[in-house]
């Protein structure tokens, strides 16, 4: 059965919009199932499906952006608009284009500092996009054994302890970090990432200014509506892709990149 489904994986690569036709720079994508799920915020704590989609094995990394900038100089710090990134854009690389004297060091590390703009065009560039919330969200259930660890108190206590700790001044490369049931690496211990509807989850008006929003949903008070209390690990993923913006830019938040699977194929 794997055998057939390791086949019918290359001949759907193969068929996929843009494939053959765009220069890749990024990861190699790996096929996830799909199946159902109660996401931490949904409607009425009713399973969701996420059909069978590709998802990068690791996160785009310093040395596969750089590559990106240098066939779109458009999205180069000294020539990006800032409508679409705010002023810390790639701020860990002292060049305009390039990682600079630092790329020994960060090349094979996940890119950080990178807006959800910039990461939306990436994936574009590679026939891709952007994960929805709830395919990352599916795909990151899944431990080194399992494809749902939701109930493993080993898994979510490692979640735990990896926002505990610090950010270290470089981030390790992503051929270094967890890999999971789907063979997918980094999704948790390495760095956040942007997902296609990061903002969708908590809002209920046109953003925080909004004076009929209730304000309490970005607080702890947001923890009512969960379908899962206890779940602290999923609610601080929410939480923080709900407190950015699109041009934001953050020193431990990165990107992967994901792509549909023809509709006959599922």
């Known amino acids: ?91 860990h690389w002292s060049a305009g284009a390039a990682m600079g004297q630092e790329k020994s060091k960060i090349s094979q590390s996940p890119v950080i500092n990178v807006s959800w703009f910039v990461a939306k065009a990436y994936c574009e560039c590679q026939g891709k996009r952007l994960p929805t919330t709830n395919e990352w969200e599916f795909a990151a259930l899944a431990s080194e054994t399992k494809a749902n660890a939701t109930n493993d108190e080993k898994f979510y206590q490692r979640s735990l302890e990896w926002y505990s700790k610090p950010n270290p001044k470089f981030l390790p490369p992503v051929q270094e970090s967890f890999k999971n049931y789907y063979g997918v690496q980094g999704m948790i211990g390495l760095v956040w990432e942007w997902t296609q509807d990061y903002n969708s989850t908590l809002l209920v008006g046109e953003g925080r200014s909004n004076a009929s929003l209730d304000k309490q949903e970005f607080c702890g008070s947001g923890a009512s509506g969960a379908t899962n209390v206890k779940n602290y690990v999923a609610f601080m993923r929410y939480a923080f892709r709900s407190s950015l913006k699109a041009n934001y830019t953050v020193g431990n938040l990165g990107f992967r990149c994901a792509q549909s699977l023809p509709q006959a194929s599922r």
Do not use: C, H
């Open 1 to 91: 059965m794997g055998r057939y489904f390791l086949l019918l994986f290359f001949l759907l690569v193969l068929a996929l919009p843009g494939a053959g036709q765009k220069k890749s720079t990024g990861a190699p994508a790996l096929p996830i199932k799909g199946g159902s799920f109660v996401p931490l915020y949904g409607s009425d704590t009713q399973p969701v499906t996420v059909a069978p989609f590709l998802l990068d094995k690791y996160p785009v990394t310093n040395a596969a952006f750089e590559a990106f900038l240098q066939a779109n100089p458009k999205w180069a710090k000294s020539t990006i608009k800032r409508i679409f990134s705010d002023q810390n854009y790639l701020r």
